[in-house]
């Protein structure tokens, strides 16, 4: 799908996207540079890892644009993993298939080069697994510490709208680890501040560039929160074109409607199961309260939530197909199954 994408004009390359290649170019030529120029935000790590391809191979389009598919892929494995702790593998494959052969919109952003993108959803997705990993274990083992820690470090150098992501992330084992000062709070703080240590050095030397805001605020929150269930939601799932109209009418709108209850079915369960509810799955609520962003046609801004919906969506199918089980067959032993599939946190 992406190679027939890329072989139409939708995958023509743009002014942002070719930003990506010359920026290796230049660091091929010996520049090092922190942030995107003339931002005080945004890194380039995508540049940096196409260095070595311009290096060997040369400047190419294709190459470059693949680039963000190879996060994209290593985002839906981490998300079948992820899945799988919380409903089990069959819903797990099919949560991370549907990050891999994403709908609509977001199957074009995966194969747009800019920079931080893709690189910011697979982060993302590493600080939520090892995330998992801190809450479900009460021996705190460090190596998870230190990876959530600098996650969510690297999630915000990478893009500051991935704090929308990562702040209720980690709000988590925050709340649940409050009072391990030396096993959670340094190390995590710690690998955090020490994967923003370029950022930070960088903002000294130039008078902090960074807290300047590129541009007044023109729409309220409220405003922006009502256009992401309306807007990029919908083209998110594939429901809606990159205009705005449903592209099945009516049933487009029925299908978008269901999966929304499934989202709140899955999230809802998770809260009822679980003593440590995941403030995760908050982040499509909450997360134009952190990114003021005006309307972007190809549907970028969308990926913040990617991820974590899906795994409301399968979640809520999972728990509904439980239950709509335990009503045909009779059985309690088949219900007492989904207290335990969501979330592990509940057992502690």
């Known amino acids: 799908m992406r190679v027939h994408l890329l072989r139409t004009p939708l995958g023509s390359l743009n002014a942002d996207e070719a930003y990506t290649g010359l920026q290796a170019m230049s660091i091929l030529n010996g520049e090092l540079p922190v942030l995107m120029g003339g931002a005080g935000y945004t890194a380039i790590f995508d ?4 260095v070595p391809f311009v290096w060997i191979f040369g400047a190419h389009v294709v190459p470059l644009k693949l680039l963000s598919s190879l ?39 995966s194969t747009r080069a800019y920079e931080a993108y893709g690189l910011g959803l697979l982060v993302s997705v590493l600080t939520a697994f090892a995330t998992i990993r801190i809450v479900t274990d009460r021996e705190l083992p460090r190596r998870w510490v230190m990876l959530a820690g600098a996650g969510a470090g690297l999630a915000f150098y990478l893009h500051p709208m991935f704090i929308a992501v990562a702040l209720p992330i980690m709000a988590v084992p925050c709340w649940i680890h ?23 050095l960088w903002n000294v030397r130039n008078s902090w560039p960074s ?14 929160l009502g256009r992401f269930f309306t ?3 919908p083209r998110s799932f594939g429901l ?17 409607v269901v999966l929304l209850g499934l989202i709140v079915w899955g999230a809802w369960f998770g809260y009822c199961t679980s003593g440590n509810f995941l403030l995760a799955d ?23 939530d990617h991820c974590l919906s899906r795994r409301c969506t399968f979640a809520g199918a999972a728990h509904e197909a439980a239950a709509i089980d335990w009503f045909y067959r009779s059985s309690h032993c088949r219900s007492l199954v989904g207290r335990h599939l969501l979330d592990p946190v509940g057992q502690r």
């Open 240 to 256: 809606k074109n990159p205009g705005g109209d449903w592209i099945w009418g009516s049933v487009s709108i029925v299908l978008y």
């Open 178 to 200: 409050r009072r391990e000062i030396r096993r959670w709070w340094i190390p995590a703080a710690g690998s955090a501040i020490f994967v923003n240590m370029p950022l930070l």
């Open 282 to 304: 908050l982040v499509a609520v909450q997360q134009y309260g952190f990114c003021d962003r005006r309307p972007i046609r190809d549907c970028r801004i969308s990926l913040l």
């Open 231 to 233: 807007g990029l939601l």
């Open 71 to 109: 996060w994209w892929a290593g985002a839906a494995l981490l998300m079948y993993w992820l899945a799988k702790r919380f409903v089990g593998r069959s819903w797990g494959l099919l949560a991370g298939s549907m990050v891999w052969v994403a709908p609509g919109a977001l199957m074009l952003l």
């Open 47 to 50: 540049s940096y890892f196409f």
């Open 211 to 224: 807290l300047a805001q590129p541009a007044p605020s023109t729409e309220s929150a409220p405003t922006r």
